[in-house]
């Protein structure tokens, strides 16, 4: 097992194993469902095993998460956001394990996976701020010697949901908002990323024991669709937010809106960037290389498509090929690598069917 190997030690310093319960329940770690591995993109090889969710793991973490979010919401906002600047902190702390952990499990660069985990810093410092700014407004009324008050009140749960191209920057957009706001968290990573999703729980666990809160205030569960449509069914979770494929979106969307729920939807893109004539051509093209390269184009933002102005074709082709023949390919976590690999094996079949249908669509620019 990958785990045993020299390069890997630094996986002990977040709280990982050889094989780790994926369930943070009522404060505890367990896990009663299938065990899978977590597989390094690079070699295919496993870096460590998971025992995944069951659906009574799934309902006693809810139970206690619905009974934590009672607490939760009393606690006045600024307190709220310590706990949270808190949660930045020990972020900091481990930054670079962090960010290599991205890059080993998911196959982005080591750049863009501590990059990845600094967005999370940076969101844990907005919440902060934001948690002074949630008194409410008095707003004038028409009625003379009269105002209206506005109160703005705690949904109670928000349920996270985040694919593997972005394995925990994505909860903290969601999670770090909607603990200030007086939400507790229920968060299912995605479920090829299950060591990242267990590290940043261990993460947020140690500092809410370390306040004497509830652990149940954040829940997290490795596992796969049969989670994910227990969170989309949960009448105890107000508001569901998704990220991944539109198709698996919009299922998520008619579900939680079946219930009368509220949906944050990120979903799949097919981006083009348009050059003018008029453009900064060689600022174009390394914007065109850095949107079509990074995280090996496994982005929802991802350059999947280049309209080029007749008169600077030819120009943007010849320079686009330029900077194209020094991307370094290979393993992420070496210095100077620009592309690592597709995060599955079913990824690259895929790319390798889509490849097929545009050979026999168009022509291919060789370098």
């Known amino acids: 097992?990958?785990?045993?190997?020299?390069?890997?030690?630094?996986?002990?310093?977040?709280?990982?194993?050889?094989?780790?319960?994926?369930?943070?329940?009522?404060?505890?770690?367990?896990?009663?469902?299938?065990?899978?591995?977590?597989?390094?993109?690079?070699?295919?090889?496993?870096?460590?095993?998971?025992?995944?969710?069951?659906?009574?793991?799934?309902?006693?973490?809810?139970?206690?998460?619905?009974?934590?979010?009672?607490?939760?919401?009393?606690?006045?906002?600024?307190?709220?956001?310590?706990?949270?600047?808190?949660?930045?902190?020990?972020?900091?702390?481990?930054?670079?394990?962090?960010?290599?952990l991205v890059s080993l499990e998911m196959g982005k660069i080591l750049p863009e996976g501590?990059?990845?985990?600094?967005?999370?810093?940076?969101?844990?410092?907005?919440?902060?701020g934001l948690s002074r700014q949630l008194n409410g407004s008095i707003i004038p009324s028409e009625r003379p010697n009269h105002v209206m008050m506005e109160m703005w009140n705690p949904l109670g749960i928000v349920g996270v949901i985040t694919a593997f191209n972005f394995p925990c920057a994505v909860l903290g957009w969601n999670?770090?908002?909607?603990?200030?706001?007086?939400?507790?968290?229920?968060?299912?990573?995605?479920?090829?990323?299950?060591?990242?999703?267990?590290?940043?729980?261990?993460?947020?666990?140690?500092?809410?024991?370390?306040?004497?809160?509830?652990?149940?205030?954040?829940?997290?569960?490795?596992?796969?669709?049969?989670?994910?449509q227990a969170i989309a069914k949960d009448t105890r979770i107000p508001l569901v937010s998704f990220t991944g494929s539109t198709k698996v979106g919009l299922m998520v969307q008619q579900t939680v809106s079946e219930r009368f729920g509220k949906c944050l939807l990120e979903l799949s893109g097919n981006n083009a960037i348009v050059i003018m004539d008029d453009a900064d051509i060689p600022l174009a093209v390394r914007s065109v290389l850095f949107a079509a390269v990074g995280t090996a184009g496994q982005r929802c933002t991802t350059c999947r498509r280049l309209l080029l102005h007749d008169s600077i074709y030819d120009s943007v082709l010849e320079q686009l090929i330029g900077v194209y023949k020094q991307v370094k390919m290979g393993d992420p976590l070496e210095k100077g690598t620009l592309l690592g690999p597709l995060h599955t094996h079913a990824s690259k079949e895929k790319f390798e069917k889509g490849m097929d249908i545009i050979k026999s669509q168009a022509r291919i620019v060789s370098l």
């Not at 870096?47 to 009393?74: F, P, T």
């Open 175 to 228: 999670a770090c908002i909607a603990l200030v706001c007086g939400n507790c968290v229920v968060w299912k990573g995605a479920p090829t990323t299950p060591l990242i999703t267990i590290a940043m729980t261990e993460i947020v666990a140690e500092v809410l024991e370390k306040n004497n809160l509830p652990g149940a205030i954040f829940t997290a569960f490795c596992g796969g669709a049969e989670i994910g």
């Open 1 to 100: 097992m990958g785990f045993a190997r020299k390069e890997y030690e630094f996986l002990k310093e977040l709280g990982l194993g050889p094989r780790n319960p994926g369930c943070f329940v009522h404060g505890g770690w367990r896990g009663s469902g299938p065990t899978v591995s977590s597989v390094n993109p690079v070699n295919n090889q496993t870096i460590a095993e998971v025992m995944e969710a069951s659906i009574q793991d799934y309902e006693d973490g809810m139970q206690a998460c619905n009974e934590a979010a009672k607490l939760w919401m009393q606690v006045p906002a600024p307190k709220r956001g310590e706990i949270v600047r808190q949660i930045g902190d020990a972020l900091r702390a481990k930054l670079q394990h962090l960010g290599r």
């Open 114 to 128: 501590i990059g990845e985990v600094q967005e999370i810093i940076d969101m844990c410092d907005y919440a902060v």
